[in-house]
């Protein structure tokens, strides 16, 4: 099993709509969620970071963070098409370090 | 990005022959990272320190080392360099450590021959 699992996608949204991007950890002491953002040929640049249970809401990006399930999620409302990116999922696991996923890859279609 | 720079931006080497990159930052973080980035396996930390000739290994370390003789600058070594490392390469710097959340350089894009 792997540390930080993503469904590699691609997730496929209309503009406009809601789109919910998944990630599930497998450490319980795992303390610090995060989502990162990287455009094709960027580098990863951090959008949303979540420490407790429950809902992070920051402009059209809200974090869920559930630790008795072990998952983390990335809501983008209102998606636009410059929101077609790679999406990774972090976690700052109990032996201290910064554990990624693979990234979900989110296209938006106009 | 801010503060942080990595050079060269792109490289192509052989195989064989030694090869340094660099991470430089203007924050005054004491925490810098490199990861290398490859399709199927995402961002795997190399190595990474804590401070001035304090550094530790990653999940892949072999075939690399590093340096950290000043706050500023963190170099990557490959001591002699195979296909397998081809791949694009990130420094990452954060202020706090893991629990905070990393920035990440604009990467370099090696390719050894």
């Known amino acids: 099993q792997k540390e930080v699992e993503q469904n590699s996608g691609p997730l496929s949204v209309p503009e406009g709509a809601i789109a919910s991007l998944n990630c599930t950890y497998s450490d319980r002491g795992s303390q610090s969620f995060f989502w990162y953002r990287q455009y094709s040929g960027k580098s990863p640049e951090l959008i949303m970071f979540?420490?407790?249970?429950g809902d992070k809401e920051d402009g059209r990006f809200t974090a869920q963070l559930n630790k008795a399930s072990q998952y983390v999620s990335l809501l983008i409302r209102d998606s636009q098409p410059s929101d077609s990116a790679t999406y990774l999922c972090?976690?700052?696991?109990?032996?201290?370090?910064?554990?990624f996923g693979q990234g979900t890859t989110l296209q938006v279609k106009p | 990005d801010a503060g942080i720079t990595q050079s060269p931006r792109h490289k192509v080497t052989e195989t064989g022959t030694p090869v340094t990159l660099r991470c430089h930052q203007t924050e005054n973080h004491r925490y810098m990272y490199w990861y290398r980035q490859d399709p199927g396996h995402g961002l795997r930390l190399i190595h990474y320190?804590?401070?001035?000739?304090?550094?530790d290994k990653g999940e892949v370390s072999d075939g690399y080392s590093v340096s950290r003789s000043k706050t500023e600058d963190f170099l990557l070594t490959l001591e002699s360099a195979t296909s397998s490392q081809t791949s694009v390469y990130f420094c990452?710097?954060?202020?706090?450590?893991?629990?905070?959340?990393?920035?990440f350089g604009s990467g370099t894009r090696l390719t050894v021959v």
């Open positions: 320190s804590y401070g001035v000739k304090d550094t």
């Open positions: 990452a710097i954060s202020e706090g450590g893991e629990l905070y959340g990393y920035t």
């Open positions: 979540i420490y407790s249970n």
């Open positions: 972090a976690v700052a696991s109990s032996t201290g370090k910064l554990i």
